[in-house]
C-alpha cells in the first residue's frame, strides 16, 4: 500500500515538475485544455529533440546499412486497406449501461479489469452500489466487448463525403514499406539495410491518459530492417541489443525494464517473434517499446494491392525474393516519461533530474556572483556568449547562487559556472580569469580556468 502511494505521489511529483518548469503543459489550457492533449515547453521540446536526434545520430547518422524518410502523415487510403488497419487496428471496447462511458477492456474477466469496472460503479453509480458483490452483477452493467477501430478520419478538399475520407496515420511504420522501392533504387543500398522514420502517429485511443504515455496524437520513431529471411533469428537478436544499448545510452534505468516474450495467441498474426520492453511507470509496469518479425507480410500485401513489383534481386546470387522485415519502434512521448522516471532524485532538500549530459535540456549555466555588479555581469555574458557557439546554455542572474543551484537541479542541468569577484583577480593574479565550476550530482565546484572550460564541457557532454 505503501509503495503504491509513494510511486503515485512520484508521477504527480513529475507532473508538478514539468508544468511548474516548462517540460509539459495541459493542451489549450487557456480554453479549459483538451482532455489529454498535452504541449511540450520550451524545456520539454529541447529534451524531446535531444531523444530524437541521438536516436538519428546513432541509428541512421552512424550505420553504413541505414537511411531515414520523412513521409507524408496523411496517405492514400489504399495504403490502410492493404495493411489491413481499415478492419483490424482496433481495441476492444465496453460501455456502462448507465452513463455509456467507455473503457478499453481486453478481457472483461480479468482482475483489472473487475476492478475498473467495479470503481467505475461505485465512484459513479452509488445506487448500484450494494449489488457490487460478484463478478456477474458487475459484468451485468456494461455491454459485451465490440471491437472500436482506431483510426483517426478527416477529409481532403471542400466537400465533406465519403470519397474523400483520409486518415492519419496511426503508426509510421507503413511509410517505410510503400517507399521501399524508391528508397531503394535512389540510395542504392543493399538487403539487408534498414528505413529509420521519426514522426506524428494519432490513434482514437478508448482510454488515453497517464499524462503523455496514452494520448491520441504522439510521436513514434521506428525502423524497417528489410533482410533475407534465413537471417532472421540473428538480426532480431542485433535489434534487442540495440535497443537496450539506447535505452542505456539515453539514461533509462534498465533495472526498471522487462523484456515479454509474446505469446503466438497474443502476437499480430503476421509476426513470428514480438517482444514488448515494458518498463516499471509510477502507474503500473507498461509498454515503453517493441521489436517483432513482422515476415515479408508488409511488403507481400502492399505488392499485391499496388500491383507493383516489390521483389528484391540479390546482386551477388541473382535471387529474388520478397525481404522480411525486422521492426524496432520507440514511442518518443514514452521514451521521455521513461527517461524522467529514472532520472528523478530527491536528496534531503534538493529535488534533481538525473539526466545524462546528452539529454539535459541546458547543457551547462551561467551566473554572475551578484547581477548588479556590472564587471561580474560583463565577465560572465562573455563566457555565456562563447559557449553558446557550441552548447545550449542558461543565463541566471536572479536571487542568489544558491536558488539558481536548485533550479538547474531541478530541470537537470550538469554543469554551473560562477563568476565571481576571483574571477577579476581581486584575490590575486593566480586565481583572475578562473571560475567555479559547480556538479549537479555531487554538487561539488572546483576551479577553472575560462580559457579551459569549452574543452572541459565537451568533454563531459560529448
Ligand atoms: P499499447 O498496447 O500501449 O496500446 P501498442 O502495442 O498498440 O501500445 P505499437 O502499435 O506497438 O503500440 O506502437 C509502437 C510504440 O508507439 C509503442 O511501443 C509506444 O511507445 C508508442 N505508442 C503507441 N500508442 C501510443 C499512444 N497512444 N500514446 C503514446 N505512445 C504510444
Redesign the pocket.
Known sequence: MEKKQEKSDLMEKIVSLCKRRGFVFPGSEIYGGLANSWDYGPLGVELKNNIKSYWWKKFVHQRDDMVGIDAALIMNPKVWEASGHLSNFS?PLIECEKCHERFRCDDPHSPEATQEMFDHLTKKHSDVKHLVSSFKLIGENFTKPKQFNLMLKTFLGPAEESVNTVYFRP?TAQAMFVDFKNVLTTSRKQVPFGIAQIGK?F?N?IT?GNF?????E?E?M?IEYFIHESGWQEFFEHWKEQMNEWMREVGINLDLVHEVEISEEDRAFYSKRTI?FEFDFPFGQ?????LAYRTDYDLSRHQKESGENLAYKDPQTGEEFIPHVIEP???V???MLAILVSAYQEDGERVYLKLKPSMAPYKVAVFPLLANKPQLVEKAREIYDLLRKDMNVAWDDRGNVGKRYYAQDEIGTPYCITVDFDTLGEKGEELKDTVTVRDRDTAKQERMKIGELKAYLKEKIG
Open positions: 481495441d503508426e502517429a490513434r485511443e488515453p503523455i504515455f496514452r494520448t491520441r504522439f513514434q521506428e514488448d507498461k509498454e515503453l517499446f517493441g519502434t520507440w514511442g512521448d514514452r521514451a
